[in-house]
């Protein structure tokens, strides 16, 4: 017996649209996400110097790979990937996490808004250990107001 349900299978490969854009990503932001990050040590100056930054390949200040644009409440429009993943009652309901990947492009920075959309990358089953493994890879890309990518994201999930 399958764990890929019907509407699992129809929603591989559809790019979904994940709510509005971000509210435009301010300066103070991306200082204020460095400086948490890299706590207690100081934090890249290309992070919060103006004047060096200026004087960097990237001609101003960028956001870290990490900073994310949507660590503030912007409003969602559906409930994203989770409404393909094995219901109350279906097969599946344990869940590991089997990992991320990453991919950074252009770098966030002051002024952009950036835009989210997602797609049910891909889906396979295979016999483990704790029995029949669902294993579903979403993915997950981000876009400046130019329509610049700025990072991938793919997620693993593992549901037996």
């Known amino acids: 017996m399958t764990m890929i349900s019907p509407q699992l299978r129809d929603a591989i490969?559809?790019?979904?649209?994940?709510g509005p854009p971000s509210f435009p990503i301010d300066k103070s932001d991306i200082r204020r996400w460095a400086i948490a990050t890299y706590w207690p040590e100081e934090p890249p100056r290309l992070f919060w110097d103006e004047d060096h930054a200026r004087t960097t390949r990237w001609g101003g200040i960028i956001a870290p790979d990490d900073f994310n644009p949507f660590a503030w409440p912007v409003p969602r429009t559906e409930p994203g990937p989770l409404a393909y993943l094995p219901q109350r009652g279906e097969a599946g309901q344990k869940l590991l996490n089997g990992g991320v990947e990453l991919r950074f492009d252009q770098p966030m920075r002051p002024g952009d808004t950036i835009s989210r959309r997602w797609r049910v990358k891909d889906a396979s089953e295979r016999d483990g250990r704790l029995?029949?493994?669902?294993?579903?890879?979403?993915?997950r890309q981000f876009h400046?107001?130019?329509?610049?990518?700025?990072?991938t994201q793919i997620d693993t999930l593992i549901r037996y």
Do not use: F, S
């Open 144 to 151: 400046n107001q130019h329509g610049q990518r700025v990072r």
């Open 13 to 18: 490969g559809v790019w979904h649209d994940q």
């Open 131 to 139: 029995g029949r493994m669902l294993y579903i890879r979403i993915e």
